[in-house]
């Protein structure tokens, strides 16, 4: 076992290392430089800019649409250059980091801890709903991004130490997937990038909408169906219909995954790993596809599948956290401050889980999909208007953003609340159980 | 209270969160020097990766303590 996890850790770093643009979530931009404006030139449209890495202050050209007023001196900023014109022109200046106010403070820490606390019960979410929060706060897309990476491994990480403690990870599982993910991911991201540039960015946003609702319709309706379904028998459903078929393909090299109580094909596992790193770089939740790749495929239980995509997410997350922060994209404030609140909720989450059978994990991931799909899929008009193949009337357009944004809140809160009240109900039980053995035990 | 009840780990909590507070509290007294290097991208790189690393460790074991000490542990027979 121990020679297997050796081997494994070192065919996935290795992977990592031949694969330079693997990361979750896109790639990090390339076109900009991050620096500041120390000086504005108003007659000549001209600005003194020193760039972060090299500290030296030169001389740029303002495209036509900057105006003068938008360079905020001394605020650190993502500057996006062009060459046109023979020399560099600053053609978009982002400033990076939000200003925090104590209400920015208080909603960037309760999304941080329902974010948490449904990581460490469902093995991944949190990013569908921190990214977008970040961005409605006032940070630029990309460093929303980098920094919701930046904090998911951390917390990934101590969610898998907690969930390793209490006997749920499989490590070996949780490699083969990784790795596979890694391969996913290049191939998603090449399709992003071919989509980017054939219909360009509300194109891409369609698509990866499409792709989003309907995988989370589809996956989160049979895992809902599942979780009701088992929830009603007294005993879980041993091994799903496909996962007991797919076992019994047995094209070498066949894997024993010991935790898990599984022996597979790695041809099976493969598909799974690379589908969650697909989905990872299509639309930022791995997870919901790793998740039940694990239990419907490969044969886990959801307790071992939930457990073990947090093993996923941390080694995909750590890679996706290099890139980014070498790109220098990442806002260390908002990490932190997120952090402060997820580690309680992902270990808070992780000890939920010891409350409950499986049933209940699969409600709650059931639930959360279809909810975020319903927030996802409200924006497909929003698109489709971009693109011109409909129009919208703007008022609409307007309300129907705020639905999906308020669904993707209302999904952190209905998971929240089924958690809590699962783990307050199981830890109620679990305390009059361990009264009445004591008292029995006088008797 | 039972006598088998464990000894909750009020000393190292109280550690753990001065720690904890401390960092939080030296990184945002000094969070203009800190987002200069951080963002500077290449080998600065580290300093984000390793600086979450470590806020996940102290805070994170700060975080587990007060879970213990309000008695919220994972269910009996679970791991260790």
Redesign the interface.
């Given at each position: 076992m121990k020679k297997w996890i050796v081997v494994l850790f070192t065919a996935v770093f290795m992977l990592m290392m031949f694969a330079p643009a693997a990361f979750a979530e896109s790639a990090p931009p390339d076109n900009f430089k991050?620096g500041s404006f120390t000086q504005v030139n108003e007659a000549s449209h001209t600005a003194t800019f020193v760039p972060?890495?090299t500290n030296e202050p030169a001389t740029v050209k303002l495209d036509e649409a900057i105006k003068a007023e938008d360079v905020k001196l001394d605020d650190?900023a993502m500057v996006s250059f062009s060459d046109s014109n023979g020399s560099e022109t600053v053609t978009e200046i982002t400033v990076?980091?939000l200003g925090l106010t104590r209400d920015k403070l208080i909603a960037l820490l309760i999304v941080g801890l329902v974010g948490g606390l449904l990581s460490g019960f469902i093995g991944s979410g949190g990013a569908f709903v921190l990214t977008p929060a970040m961005m409605s706060l006032g940070a630029p897309g990309a460093v929303a991004v980098a920094s919701n990476m930046?904090?998911k491994?951390?917390?990934a990480?101590?969610g898998s130490y907690?969930r390793?403690?209490?006997?749920?990870v499989d490590v070996k599982l949780g490699l083969v997937v990784a790795g596979s993910a890694i391969a996913g991911v290049q191939v998603g991201f090449q399709i992003q990038k071919w989509i980017l540039n054939t219909w360009g960015s509300a194109g891409s946003d369609l698509y990866v909408s499409f792709v989003f609702v309907i995988i989370l319709v589809v996956v989160g309706g049979i895992i809902f169906k599942d979780a009701v379904t088992t929830a009603k028998g007294k005993t879980e459903v041993k091994t799903p219909k496909l996962a007991a078929r797919l076992q019994k393909i047995k094209i070498p090299p066949m894997i024993h995954f010991k935790k898990a109580d599984v022996v597979i094909s790695a041809w099976v596992t493969m598909p799974v790993g690379f589908a969650t790193g697909l989905l990872a770089a299509t639309i930022a939740v791995g997870g919901f596809v790793g998740v039940p790749g694990m239990i419907y495929m490969i044969g886990a239980t959801a307790m071992v599948a939930s457990a073990t995509e947090l093993l996923v997410a941390f080694v995909m997350g750590?890679w996706g956290?290099?890139q980014w922060?070498?790109?220098?994209?990442?806002?260390?404030?908002l990490?932190?401050i997120i952090?402060?609140a997820s580690?309680?909720g992902v270990?808070?989450g992780a000890?939920g889980t010891?409350?409950v059978r499986d049933h209940t994990i699969k409600l709650v991931m059931g639930t959360v999909m279809l909810i975020v799909a319903v927030s996802r899929g409200v924006k497909v008009p929003v698109y489709l208007a971009h693109l011109n193949i409909i129009s919208l009337d703007k008022n609409l357009a307007n309300l129907l953003d705020s639905i999906s944004f308020w669904a993707l809140i209302a999904a952190l809160l209905v998971a929240g609340g089924i958690i809590s009240a699962a783990m307050v109900k199981?830890?109620v039980r679990?305390r009059i159980e361990?009264k009445e053995a004591?008292v029995a035990g006088r008797a | 209270m039972s006598k088998t009840a464990k000894k909750k780990p009020y000393l190292q909590t109280l550690a753990l969160g001065g720690l904890s507070l401390a960092s939080y509290y030296f990184l945002f007294t000094h969070v203009n020097q800190v987002m200069e290097y951080f963002v500077k991208g290449g080998i600065y790189a580290a300093l984000p990766i390793a600086t979450a690393l470590y806020f996940s460790i102290v805070h994170g074991s700060f975080a587990s303590n007060v879970l213990s000490i309000l008695g919220l542990q994972a269910a009996k027979g679970t791991g260790h």
């Open positions: 991050i972060s890495d650190k990076m980091f930046c904090h491994f951390p917390k990480m101590v907690k390793f403690r209490y006997g749920q750590m956290s290099i922060a070498l790109a220098g994209l990442v806002d260390i404030r990490v932190l952090l402060a580690l309680f270990q808070l000890l010891t409350y199981g830890i679990s361990e004591a | -």
